[in-house]
T-cell receptor, first 108, second 116 residues
Framework: AQRVTQPEKLLSVFKGAPVELKCNYS??????LFWYVQYSRQRLQLLLR??SRESIKGFTADLNKGETSFHLKKPFAQEEDSAMYYC??????????FGAGTRLAVHP | DAGVIQSPRHEVTEMGQEVTLRCKPI?????LFWYRQTMMRGLELLIY????????DSGMPEDRFSAKMPNASFSTLKIQPSEPRDSAVYFC??????????????FGPGTRLTVL
């Protein structure tokens, strides 16, 4: 069965520190993975998708099929990065399953 | 564009009452999704439509839940009768419905439902 696991509920770092939000998935097919973000009082929105291999707001994520992971990384965290981050796996026609989410708190 | 619109934003009702949540997708989007978010289960897909037709309702928890999409600009999620365990935030999302990973889902602000 398809599954997305985000092992950390909360990740607390200081401004300027590196950040890595972990995501592991379970899927027998070819995975399509995404990171969504929800800032305080804002809507859930797409941050990045693995297929685009892009860097958004300094964040990158590499799909590692061997480790079935799609960790989100940023070398220097900013206070405005504080938010809930959700890893998601797409399968079927356009179904998304989400991980439980990780709250990132960046302290000054 | 105001994005995906949901109403009401908050709903408090008593057990046994009927609850109707509403969603207006982004104009031109062909796919519409209903999600439920709870502390225990996280964000779960309940049902999704493509071109107003329900494609997959396997996430609908039980017969008390029903969803309709009478036209391209409106969808409802109904709970009848409601129970306290239905308390959650319900999100609606829409997308162009294109094939491939570039099809992005846009989320509404959510409806926070409390069933007493």
């Amino acid at each position: 069965a398809q599954r997305v696991t985000q092992p950390e509920k909360l990740l607390s770092v200081f401004k300027g520190a590196p950040v890595e939000l972990k995501c592991n998935y379970s899927y027998s097919g070819s995975p399509e993975l995404f990171w969504y973000v929800q800032y305080s009082r804002q809507r859930l929105q797409l941050l990045l998708r693995h297929i685009s291999r892009e860097s958004i707001k300094g964040f990158t994520a590499d799909l590692n099929k061997g480790e079935t992971s799609f960790h989100l990384k940023k070398p220097f965290a900013q206070e405005e990065d504080s938010a809930m981050y959700y890893c998601a796996l797409r399968f079927g026609y356009n179904k998304l399953i989400f991980g439980a989410g990780t709250r990132l708190a960046v302290h000054p | 564009d105001a994005g995906v619109i949901q109403s009401p934003r908050h709903e408090v009702t008593e057990m046994g009452q009927e609850v109707t949540l509403r969603c207006k997708p982004i104009s031109g989007h062909n796919s519409l999704f209903w999600y439920r978010q709870t502390m225990m289960r996280g964000l779960e897909l309940l049902i999704y439509f493509n071109n107003n037709v329900p494609i997959d309702d396997s996430g609908m928890p039980e017969d008390r839940f029903s969803a309709k999409m009478p036209n391209a600009s409106f969808s409802t999620l109904k709970i009848q009768p409601s129970e306290p365990r239905d308390s959650a935030v319900y999100f609606c999302a829409s997308s162009l419905g294109a094939s491939g990973s570039l099809d992005e889902q846009f989320f509404g602000p959510g409806t926070r439902l409390t069933v007493l």
